[in-house]
């Protein structure tokens, strides 16, 4: 073991744990590329920016706390739904719209949090998986209020601060995704680096120690839950006011499943995890699509199976244990 | 003066198997017990139940004079009860110093804040690297845990437990596993806990029990089967035959 390494006190170990990384500035800085480099493509990147929000917050619960959802698009929905309607009849200002969405699908959160805290495993799974396939039918049948099948219709969001006007070409919907999930991002990098972050940390990697040191699990887990619903919210009433529409697709066990595949594909467990496999899930249905538009989930399987086998942290983790190798030589 | 934990005509089933049968025992403050009896005699199980990981069918456990029996394990750690496991039961991918100080964070009820560092809370890190350097741990504080050596991975059960704070701690076979040469370092660790402590520790090897426990219990098919100091425990002849002398002759 090596004697000499410079004298680091644990504080500053532990703060040394969430500096920003040079990496992360050109990640961030390459987000703004599609404004000049893909124009044609700016609905997509806003499509892009929206599920890594989702994926983000599916991230804080199964990623940092182990707590695996299937069900997690009832609160991506709740948030839709909630931000069309709000805008159909109180009105179409963005914020409040969306601070209503997020609010509603954290309100939604909370409650079923007190199930989820309980269970794991096999069970856990189903119960989400439960919750997901109700809050759709509930969405479904309520036709007077959702549309149903046919979707929410007569979304009309006011220009943004009053000025901005989402255009057909999607400049204000890029903008104000991209910059929601950033401040998400922020969010979320606080709460993992923080004594709660920790704590999430804790129950994923030793769920029974943690009531033998004191901790009352299920309150962490309740409370990790609700900010995740809460962020789900976010995105999918930003969803509803970029595309001024809410379907069903929105609430759906396809959603669901696809975030997982999402996170999985990227690397649970790491900030990062959630918005890369977004982006390579995203941009490969739009070009696998274009080939074959039935079929295109079959690559999606292939890539799946493939980074599951080799990576089993996602490609993230692969990508992090090639350039640790690499940087021991 | 009021004993540390008492358990008061405790029973369990698991079916028709009785693992616990009308334990009483008496823990006064600062002692150091011994419990032993020989393997499926329920030491494990009355450590689960004195910790509320499982519920006793009948009786009583009081900690500090207050009834804690129906008390989930969370609420009576922080009332001052904290245990170790026998098979290591860590935080693999968290390294010694997150543990520790995730279970400081626990006992100081800031373990819900979410929005500071977790590297600002200065007092709270410098306590558990002092709880780490006491334990000879503080050099591998950086290590994740499952790449620690077995050995240090028992002391770290110790440390979690210590960082809680508690006033009385069972140790269920802290030296499990660990090679004999080396499980003297892992009781040097015991013996220098605090005076104040409580502690009631599972231990198989009998020069161990002789040498740091004042007083010992025995456990036999979920049920008391003697109780004494040492020298007493050492001559009792039902003792010799079901546990001491078994052992001597294998």
Same mark, same amino acid.
Not at chain 1, 126 to 132: E, N, S
Not at chain 2, 67 to 83: C, K, N, S, W
Not at chain 2, 84 to 106: H, R, S, Y
């Given at each position: 073991?090596?004697?000499?390494?410079?004298?680091?006190?644990?504080?500053?170990?532990?703060?040394?744990?969430?500096?920003?990384?040079?990496?992360?500035?050109?990640?961030?800085?390459?987000?703004?590329?599609?404004?000049?480099?893909?124009?044609?493509?700016?609905?997509?990147?806003?499509?892009?920016?929206?599920?890594?929000?989702?994926?983000?917050?599916?991230?804080?619960?199964?990623?940092?706390?182990?707590?695996?959802?299937?069900?997690?698009?009832?609160?991506?929905?709740?948030?839709?739904?909630?931000?069309?309607?709000?805008?159909?009849?109180?009105?179409?200002?963005?914020?409040?719209?969306?601070?209503?969405?997020?609010?509603?699908?954290?309100?939604?959160?909370?409650?079923?949090?007190?199930?989820?805290?309980?269970?794991?495993?096999?069970?856990?799974?189903?119960?989400?998986?439960?919750?997901?396939?109700?809050?759709?039918?509930?969405?479904?049948?309520?036709?007077?209020?959702?549309?149903?099948?046919?979707?929410?219709?007569?979304?009309?969001?006011?220009?943004?601060?009053?000025?901005?006007?989402?255009?057909?070409?999607?400049?204000?919907?890029?903008?104000?995704?991209?910059?929601?999930?950033?401040?998400?991002?922020?969010?979320?990098?606080? !709460?993992?680096?923080?004594?709660?972050?920790?704590?999430?940390?804790?129950?994923?990697?030793?769920?029974?120690?943690?009531?033998?040191?004191?901790?009352?699990?299920?309150?962490?887990?309740?409370?990790?839950?609700?900010?995740?619903?809460?962020?789900?919210?976010?995105?999918?009433?930003?969803?509803?006011?970029?595309?001024?529409?809410?379907?069903?697709?929105?609430?759906?066990?396809?959603?669901?499943?696809?975030?997982?595949?999402?996170?999985?594909?990227?690397?649970?467990?790491?900030?990062?995890?959630?918005?890369?496999?977004?982006?390579?899930?995203?941009?490969?249905?739009?070009?696998?699509?274009?080939?074959?538009?039935?079929?295109?989930?079959?690559?999606?399987?292939?890539?799946?199976?493939?980074?599951?086998?080799?990576?089993?942290?996602?490609?993230?983790?692969?990508?992090?244990?090639?350039?640790?190798?690499?940087?021991?030589? | 003066?009021?004993?540390?934990?008492?358990?008061?005509?405790?029973?369990?089933?698991?079916?028709?198997?009785?693992?616990?049968?009308?334990?009483?025992?008496?823990?006064?403050?600062?002692?150091?017990?011994?419990?032993?009896?020989?393997?499926?005699?329920?030491?494990?199980?009355?450590?689960?139940?004195?910790?509320?990981?499982?519920?006793?069918?009948?009786?009583?456990?009081?900690?500090?004079?207050?009834?804690?029996?129906?008390?989930?394990?969370?609420?009576?750690?922080?009332?001052?009860?904290?245990?170790?496991?026998? !098979?290591?039961?860590?935080?693999?991918?968290?390294?010694?110093?997150?543990?520790?100080?995730?279970?400081?964070?626990?006992?100081?009820?800031?373990?819900?804040?979410?929005?500071?560092?977790?590297?600002?809370?200065?007092?709270?890190?410098?306590?558990?690297?002092?709880?780490?350097?006491?334990?000879?741990?503080?050099?591998?504080?950086?290590?994740?845990?499952?790449?620690?050596?077995?050995?240090?991975?028992?002391?770290?059960?110790?440390?979690?437990?210590?960082?809680?704070?508690?006033?009385?701690?069972?140790?269920?076979?802290?030296?499990?596993?660990?090679?004999?040469?080396?499980?003297?370092?892992?009781?040097?660790?015991?013996?220098?806990?605090?005076?104040?402590?409580?502690?009631?520790?599972?231990?198989?090897?009998?020069?161990?029990?002789?040498?740091?426990?004042?007083?010992?219990?025995?456990?036999?098919?979920?049920?008391?089967?003697?109780?004494?100091?040492?020298?007493?425990?050492?001559?009792?002849?039902?003792?010799?035959?079901?546990?001491?002398?078994?052992?001597?002759?294998?």
């Amino acid at each position: 073991m090596a004697t000499s390494t410079q004298p680091v006190t644990p504080q500053l170990w532990l703060r040394q744990q969430c500096r920003w990384h040079p990496l992360e500035i050109v990640f961030w800085l390459s987000t703004l590329l599609p404004f000049f480099l893909f124009p044609n493509y700016l609905s997509l990147a806003s499509q892009i920016a929206i599920t890594a929000m989702f994926a983000l917050s599916l991230d804080l619960i199964l990623g940092y706390a182990g707590v695996v959802s299937l069900g997690h698009a009832a609160f991506f929905g709740i948030g839709a739904y909630g931000a069309g309607l709000f805008s159909i009849h109180v009105w179409g200002e963005p914020f409040t719209g969306l601070l209503f969405g997020g609010l509603i699908a954290g309100i939604a959160g909370y409650i079923t949090s007190f199930i989820v805290a309980r269970f794991r495993h096999l069970t856990l799974i189903m119960i989400t998986l439960g919750i997901g396939l109700m809050a759709h039918e509930i969405a479904n049948k309520a036709h007077s209020l959702t549309g149903g099948s046919d979707g929410l219709q007569g979304v009309k969001i006011q220009p943004l601060f009053g000025v901005f006007k989402f255009d057909l070409y999607g400049y204000v919907a890029y903008s104000y995704s991209l910059a929601a999930l950033f401040i998400a991002f922020l969010a979320v990098r606080r !709460i993992v680096n923080s004594p709660f972050g920790l704590a999430l940390r804790g129950i994923r990697e030793n769920w029974t120690r943690m009531p033998a040191i004191g901790a009352d699990r299920p309150a962490h887990i309740r409370k990790a839950y609700t900010i995740a619903a809460v962020l789900a919210g976010f995105a999918g009433a930003i969803l509803t006011q970029t595309t001024q529409s809410a379907a069903l697709e929105s609430i759906s066990f396809g959603r669901s499943a696809d975030v997982l595949v999402m996170l999985v594909l990227g690397g649970a467990g790491r900030l990062y995890g959630g918005l890369i496999g977004a982006t390579i899930f995203m941009v490969a249905r739009d070009q696998f699509s274009g080939i074959a538009p039935q079929y295109w989930y079959f690559w999606i399987g292939v890539l799946l199976i493939v980074v599951v086998m080799f990576m089993p942290n996602g490609i993230l983790g692969g990508l992090s244990y090639i350039y640790a190798r690499w940087r021991r030589k | 003066m009021t004993a540390a934990l008492t358990t008061a005509g405790l029973n369990k089933k698991f079916g028709s198997l009785v693992v616990a049968n009308n334990i009483n025992i008496t823990l006064p403050q600062g002692v150091r017990y011994a419990l032993i009896g020989p393997n499926g005699a329920g030491k494990t199980t009355l450590i689960n139940l004195m910790t509320g990981m499982l519920a006793p069918d009948q009786g009583e456990i009081t900690l500090g004079g207050e009834t804690i029996t129906t008390l989930p394990p969370q609420q009576r750690v922080q009332r001052g009860l904290a245990r170790t496991f026998q !098979i290591n039961t860590l935080f693999p991918g968290l390294n010694a110093l997150e543990a520790v100080t995730l279970a400081i964070n626990e006992r100081e009820k800031v373990s819900g804040q979410f929005w500071k560092n977790v590297g600002g809370y200065s007092a709270i890190i410098d306590e558990a690297h002092a709880i780490l350097k006491r334990l000879r741990l503080g050099d591998a504080c950086y290590q994740q845990t499952r790449e620690m050596p077995y050995g240090r991975q028992r002391l770290l059960e110790i440390a979690l437990a210590l960082a809680t704070r508690p006033k009385v701690l069972l140790l269920d076979e802290p030296a499990a596993g660990v090679p004999q040469e080396e499980s003297g370092e892992v009781f040097e660790a015991v013996a220098g806990l605090s005076s104040d402590l409580t502690l009631l520790f599972i231990e198989h090897d009998m020069h161990v029990v002789f040498r740091f426990a004042s007083h010992i219990i025995v456990l036999v098919g979920g049920a008391i089967f003697a109780e004494g100091p040492p020298s007493e425990i050492s001559q009792h002849p039902g003792v010799r035959e079901v546990y001491l002398g078994k052992r001597k002759h294998g």
